[in-house]
């Protein structure tokens, strides 16, 4: 970098003298072609050296990204509620869809699947209750008998019966619907004036769809659901969150988190062999940041008998939950130093930088996050307001996940062009992007994230090359080990070059 610097600086300072010889000079207009070159080469995926046929898709996508920058309602601006229908009809969302986007490597176990698979197929399995709790939310159980009642809900009714006295089920199933996402038609600044507001319903969200996922026929239809969506969006491997629940039968018995762990790992073997090209899933086991000390302390130790038992399946571990109200990794050190002192691996992926609060003790995250020789970061999203744990970050190649789409929706920011990883991907830091929590957001498992990303962030200037390498990224940045990331990149590379041949010609519409 420090030669390529150097010719515009040269330059520079000659058109300086130039100027102090009284010799008449305007801007050199070579030199400004020089210095926006090298602002371009500098960006993710500027120094990619790309194929003829890249070149003829980059065509095609300048030109259908022109006919998004023209729009009067220019959709990263927008909320993304209101965006979506925009996204969802435009040519270049449809072409990113169907890009291969590499992997996901930030989403939460239980936000996967679009919501209507809930609502349809989950709630209308047979011994399915429901009741309604005091704070205008609904929880859901599935028992052979009459549950045990819970405090502060209306006493269970089945909900096959609900549905046949009310003959047509339109409306509860409406509000149902509205119970398990924050997806709404309604105007979503009025339904979530605040970040409190918009966190609270998104816990209650958590707390509605627990009893329904975490019954174990649910459990593993919903995660085969989910890879089957995320194939369809073209990404071929995921590094899942997951908290490993008791997962529960209709008798009420309970599997340990063993079990659930194996369950994953079972299902995704059974997934790989109909789908031979994609690549896998791992599990970040994950645990509550609102904890108590002694809580984590344990699954800390969890983690790393599990990592033991299932070495090249749990990844890691990371501590979820609103950063801004939840305890921090400072106040978690002793618990999160055990595997340091006990000489086991044990990879972190914290979340951290998830607040636009600066200074405040949450805001230490970051720099704790990579004490913590954290492998990846989730969010960063204050990550430029700490230079030192920015340099850090870039130097150790600890990639940020930057989830576009929960930033907006979870209020860090409005106008998605003002989103702090658009310089990120100007300078081309390490970065993948991911989707955290689509289901929630009524978003796609990737895509919609990539499109705000390639739109929102890129502007005019990103490019295939962009697009390309944070495909590469995605896997690079991956847990898996160098040998697998090659394995995975050769699979990648094959859908790449198909996807390249067959998208080559500006479609007359
Ligand atoms: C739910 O989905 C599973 C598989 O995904 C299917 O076997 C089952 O029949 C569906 N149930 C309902 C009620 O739609
Ligand atoms: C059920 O009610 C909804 C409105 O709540 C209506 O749109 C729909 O047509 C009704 N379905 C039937 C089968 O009557
Ligand atoms: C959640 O369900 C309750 C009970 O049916 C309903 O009153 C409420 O409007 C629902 N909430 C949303 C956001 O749809
Ligand atoms: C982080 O890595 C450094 C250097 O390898 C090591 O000395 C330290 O113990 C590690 N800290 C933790 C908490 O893993
Ligand atoms: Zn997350």
């Known amino acids: 970098m420090a030669v390529r610097l150097q010719r515009p600086l040269v330059a520079a300072a000659c058109l300086f003298l130039c100027c102090l010889a009284g010799v008449r000079c305007g801007p050199d207009p070579r030199l400004r072609k020089e210095l926006i070159d090298l602002e371009a080469s500098m960006q993710i995926g500027g120094r990619m050296v790309l194929t003829d046929a890249e070149q003829r898709l980059d065509a095609l996508l300048a030109k259908l990204k022109q006919d998004e ?87 269970w009714v089945l909900l096959e019966s609900l549905r046949a006295k009310m003959g047509n089920a339109t409306k509860l199933d409406n509000s149902i619907r509205g119970n398990l996402t924050l997806f709404t038609d309604r105007d979503p600044e009025t339904e979530y004036p605040s970040q409190d507001v918009v966190w609270n319903r998104f816990e209650a969200a958590f707390g509605a769809l627990w009893g329904l996922v975490t019954f174990a026929p649910v459990f593993r239809d919903y995660y085969m659901e989910a890879l089957n969506q995320f194939y369809a969006d ?192 100007m300078e081309d830091h390490p970065l993948v992007i991911s989707s955290d929590d689509p289901a929630m957001f009524g978003s796609s498992p990737l895509s919609s994230d990539f499109y705000e990303a390639f739109v929102g962030f890129g502007g005019v200037k990103s490019h295939v090359g962009s697009l390309k390498q944070l495909a590469i990224n995605s896997i690079r940045f991956s847990a898996l080990t160098p040998k697998q990331q090659e394995e995975a990149l050769v699979l990648w590379q094959r859908k790449w070059t198909k996807f390249v041949a067959k998208n080559q010609v500006l479609k007359t519409n």
């Open 69 to 155: 920058m023209s729009r009067k309602d220019f959709p990263p601006s927008m909320h993304f509620f209101k965006a979506r229908r925009l996204i969802q009809a435009s040519p270049l969302f449809g072409l990113l869809q169907e890009m291969p986007k590499g992997a996901v490597l930030h989403v939460h176990d239980f936000a996967m699947v679009d919501v209507e698979w809930l609502v349809k197929n989950a709630t209308y399995r047979p011994n399915c209750y429901m009741c309604f709790t005091d704070s205008a939310s609904v929880r859901f159980v599935f028992a052979s008998q009459g549950p045990k009642p819970v405090e502060r809900c209306s006493p």
């Open 234 to 425: 073209n990404v071929m491997y995921l590094e899942l969150r997951a908290l490993l629940p008791q997962v529960y039968e209709l008798d009420g018995c309970t599997h340990d988190q063993a079990w659930t762990l194996q369950t994953y790992q079972d299902l995704t073997k059974e997934f790989i062999s109909t789908h031979p090209d994609f690549y896998g899933a791992r599990i970040i086991f994950t645990n509550h940041r609102h904890a108590k000390l002694s809580v984590v302390t344990e699954a800390v130790k969890k983690a790393m008998q599990l990592q033991k038992d299932f070495p090249d399946f749990l990844a890691g571990f990371d501590l979820v939950g609103r950063e801004d109200q939840g305890k921090t990794l400072w106040y978690f050190r002793d618990a999160l130093a055990l595997p340091a002192e006990k000489g086991a691996t044990l990879p972190y992926f914290f979340h951290a930088g998830e607040t636009n609060f600066e200074g405040t003790e949450v805001d230490q995250n970051l720099l704790d996050a990579l004490l913590l020789n954290t492998s990846r970061i989730g969010h960063g999203f204050a990550l430029q307001r700490h230079p030192v744990a920015k340099d850090l970050s870039r130097k150790r190649r600890v990639a940020v996940e930057v989830c576009p789409i929960s930033n907006q929706v979870l209020k860090l920011v409005k106008d998605l062009r003002n989103h702090p990883a658009t310089a990120l991907m």
